[in-house]
C-alpha cells in the first residue's frame, strides 16, 4: 500500500493538501505556537514525503521525530515525549493528534497531550 501510494505521489507535480491543513499550520506559525511531525515511520520515508509534500513550508525538519532505532516504538510513549523534548515543552500541556486508535489510548493513558 505505501510503495502504490509513494508511486502515485512521485507522479503528481503538485499536490492538494487542503484549505484546512494550509490555514492550519499558517495560525500556529503566525501565533509562534510549536509543532512537529512524530513518525514511527523510518527516515526514508520522512525524507520522501517532505519533498514531494513539500513539508518544509511548514515543518522544520530539525525538529522532526522519526524512527532511527534509538527509541522503544508502540505500547511506549517514547515518540511523544521526545517530539515535546524537541519542543522543549511539557509533555503534559500539548495537543497531539494522532491518526491510531491504539496509540490515542495510550496518549490517555500516559496522560499526554490534550
Known amino acids: 500500500m505505501m510503495r502504490k501510494f509513494k508511486r502515485f505521489l512521485e507522479g503528481q507535480t503538485r499536490i492538494f493538501y487542503g484549505v484546512f491543513f494550509a490555514d492550519f499550520f499558517q495560525f500556529l506559525m503566525a501565533g509562534n505556537i510549536p509543532f512537529t ?66 496509540k490515542f489510548k495510550l496518549l490517555k493513558m500516559q496522560a499526554l497531550g490534550k
Open 37 to 102: 511531525i512524530a513518525s514511527a515511520s523510518g527516515k526514508e520515508n520522512i525524507d520522501f514525503y517532505f519533498e514531494h509534500l513539500e513539508l518544509g513550508k511548514w515543518f522544520s525538519y530539525d525538529k522532526v521525530i522519526y524512527n532511527d532505532g534509538s527509541f522503544r516504538g508502540k505500547p511506549y510513549p517514547d515518540i511523544f515525549l521526545l517530539a515535546a523534548t524537541k519542543l522543549e515543552l511539557n509533555p503534559k500541556e500539548t495537543m497531539v493528534f494522532e491518526d491510531s486508535f491504539p
